[in-house]
């Protein structure tokens, strides 16, 4: 995947929720969260445990290369946060846009698959000395990663230890 998974689903909620960028948070970007009562989404990638992992070689002009693969399945919440019932009354959007026509064709061009259905949950109550709405849509995504690299044929393949013994 080309483009970092927790990126594109910022991409679609921003598009698909009319929310420009300085809405949408990527968890401990660096920068400040709004002081207004609006909305405001933070993403953060919970886990990323692998389903599957493959090497396999292949034949170039300039020698022979190792392509590996990596399955992964990415868990990113995105938490719907605002002072006033914006996040309330609009996390259900967040649903709906990973559900979208503009969702299926970031998909697409990135070559990973977004969940159809995501449990929605009332965190609010972490937020209680700042009387935060929180409402947290737990998103899954599918991803593969690719790395290809050259190797080295055993006549050229240096054998000694890069650590001692």
Do not use: W
């Amino acid at each position: 995947m080309n483009r970092e998974p927790v990126k594109v689903i910022a991409d679609i909620i921003s598009h698909e929720m009319d929310l420009p960028n300085d809405r949408i948070f990527i968890y401990n970007d660096g920068r400040e969260l709004p002081k207004d009562d609006g909305l405001y989404i933070v993403l953060s990638v919970m886990s990323r445990p692998p389903f599957g992992v493959k090497s396999s070689y292949k034949e170039t002009e300039d020698g022979l290369v190792e392509v590996q693969t990596l399955n992964v399945k990415e868990t990113i919440i995105a938490s719907a946060v605002s002072k006033n019932t914006d996040a309330r009354t609009r996390a259900y959007e967040v649903q709906m846009a990973v559900n979208s026509v503009f969702s299926e064709q970031k998909q697409e061009e990135y070559g990973c698959h977004i969940s159809m259905i995501a449990p929605v949950r009332d965190m609010s109550f972490l937020e209680n000395t700042a009387r935060l709405n929180r409402f947290d849509t737990e998103i899954t995504l599918l991803a593969a990663y690719e790395k290809v690299k050259d190797i080295d044929y055993f006549d050229t393949y240096n054998i000694t230890s890069k650590f001692e013994q």
